[in-house]
T-cell receptor, first 115, second 112 residues
Framework: GAVVSQHPSRVICKSGTSVKIECRSL??????MFWYRQFPKQSLMLMAT?????????EQGVEKDKFLINHASLTLSTLTVTSAHPEDSSFYIC???????????FGEGSWLTVV | GENVEQHPSTLSVQEGDSAVIKCTYS??????FPWYKQELGKRPQLIID?????GEKKDQRIAVTLNKTAKHFSLHITETQPEDSAVYFC???????????FGTGTKLQVIP
């Protein structure tokens, strides 16, 4: 099946610093990628929808200046958590919509810990 | 926007029994309904999906039914096995799949 790779799988950063998470579709083109945040034992909360070559669409309550999303190519989207705080610690996961067939595949997820 | 409700939140079944998870959605424009299985700390894995032009789809022990009129869809797992234990999420998508809304998840435990 289609593969979506997310990197890094785990990252620890200091408060006030920024961290970038990459989401790549390895064997298909993804015009749309989604970024989610998941708290323990909870569902996936959509943060933003990323379309290649255009600005991301953020969900209500998500700060676009804090969570910077770039979708520069049909196979890569990045999420940058700027000026990270401990409350930003979470499991971040991306998904990519395969242009052919519209099936959605998930990356492995990234555990972010802000200390 | 779309609202997806999922029940039950937890489900325990004996090995070999069937498990049913139900979801309802609010947006009549939704036309794609995937189901995902997520093990702790891992990515959700697509296990089956159904589109609005189909009422039922089956893949071995897993089946999904869709009732567009009532706006609900269900996941059926037959002959459950311990490795089926995980959290299952339903989802609904519309608008050319530009937005996917997830249910709250069901933690399934299959007791050997």
């Amino acid at each position: 099946g289609a593969v979506v790779s997310q990197h890094p799988s785990r990252v620890i950063c200091k408060s006030g610093t920024s961290v970038k998470i990459e989401c790549r579709s390895l064997d298909f083109q993804a015009t749309t990628m989604f970024w989610y945040r998941q708290f323990p034992k909870q569902s996936l909360m959509l943060m933003a929808t990323s379309n290649e070559g255009s600005k991301a669409t953020y969900e209500q309550g998500v700060e676009k200046d804090k969570f910077l999303i770039n979708h520069a190519s049909l196979t890569l989207s990045t999420l940058t958590v700027t000026s990270a705080h401990p409350e930003d610690s979470s499991f971040y996961i991306c998904s990519a919509r395969r242009s052919q067939g519209n099936t959605i595949y998930f990356g492995e997820g990234s555990w972010l810990t802000v200390v | 926007g779309e609202n997806v409700e999922q029940h039950p939140s937890t489900l325990s079944v004996q090995e070999g029994d069937s498990a049913v998870i139900k979801c309802t959605y609010s947006d009549s424009a939704s036309n794609y309904f995937p189901w995902y299985k997520q093990e702790l700390g891992k990515r959700p894995q697509l296990i089956i999906d159904i589109r609005s032009n189909v009422g039922e789809k089956k893949d071995q022990r897993i089946a999904v039914t869709l009732n567009k009129t009532a706006k609900h869809f269900s996941l059926h797992i037959t002959e459950t096995q311990p490795e089926d234990s995980a959290v299952y999420f339903c989802a609904a998508a519309s608008g050319g799949y530009q937005k996917v809304t997830f249910g709250t998840g069901t933690k399934l435990q299959v007791i050997p």
